[in-house]
């Protein structure tokens, strides 16, 4: 099972808003809603901040949205602020013989 | 407040096993799956399995079996991640995480991390 694909980094300026991808397969993403987002900040563990495509646990910031397009899943962060500079990853359920994948990561820079 | 709490970290020579714990608290044990997750120095997240802490059932990635066995200890609210024939590859932050019942596949509770160290 490959690794979910994402870009490798993602850049905005405090305010903008910035969309981070993430492109699976009819297996994966595209097969079922368990898409989730987590936000890593160095030295950190990983946080939940979307889980079944585009719910938010609570305490996350409204600012942090969640969507799926077909094979496609996308997390959109709004009103970019400086604590949001960290690593993003989405993961999903797979129906493959190793059932949950992660993404490859995103670094997000706040200019 | 709820938490996991992993033990501290390892150092192992190739060849060697590893075992790692992971004790949750302020929550009902035996209600939540939990997973096992680790990251390679400067690398992405990689799950390496489940287990529901009230049956013992347990499901891994393939690239780890044989070599992977999680196992739980209801009596201390503890899972345990040993990870056998270790390699310099395997040089990674392991993560134990919590599954809540109300979502799925998702991680809703992190432990704070457990450093292994494989080297000669």
């Known amino acids: 099972q490959s690794a979910l694909t994402q870009p490798a980094s993602v850049s905005g300026s405090p305010g903008q808003s910035i969309t981070i991808s993430c492109t699976g397969t009819?297996?994966?993403?595209?097969?079922?809603?368990?898409v989730s987002w987590y936000q890593q900040h160095p030295g950190k563990a990983p946080k939940l901040m979307i889980y079944e495509v585009s719910n938010r646990p609570s305490g996350v910031p409204d600012r942090f949205s969640g969507s799926k397009s077909g094979n496609t899943a996308s997390l959109t962060i709004s009103g970019l602020q400086a604590e949001d500079e960290a690593d993003y990853y989405c993961s999903s359920y797979t129906s493959s013989s190793t059932p949950y994948v992660f993404g490859t990561g995103t670094k997000v820079t706040v200019l | 407040q709820v938490q996991l709490v992993q033990s501290g970290a390892e150092v192992k020579k190739p060849g060697a096993s590893v075992k790692v714990s992971c004790k949750a608290s302020g929550y009902t044990f035996t209600s939540y799956y939990m997973h096992w997750v680790r990251q390679a120095p400067g690398q992405g997240l990689e799950w390496m399995g489940i287990i529901n802490p009230s049956g013992g059932s347990t499901s891994y990635a393939q690239k780890f079996q044989g070599r992977v066995t999680m196992t739980r200890d209801t009596s201390t609210s503890t899972v345990y991640m040993e990870l056998s024939s270790l390699r310099s590859e395997d040089t990674a932050v392991y993560y134990c995480a919590r599954d809540p019942p109300w979502i799925d596949w998702a991680f809703d509770i992190w432990g704070q991390g457990t450093m292994v160290t494989v080297s000669s």
């Open positions: 009819s297996s994966d993403v595209g097969g079922y809603n368990y």
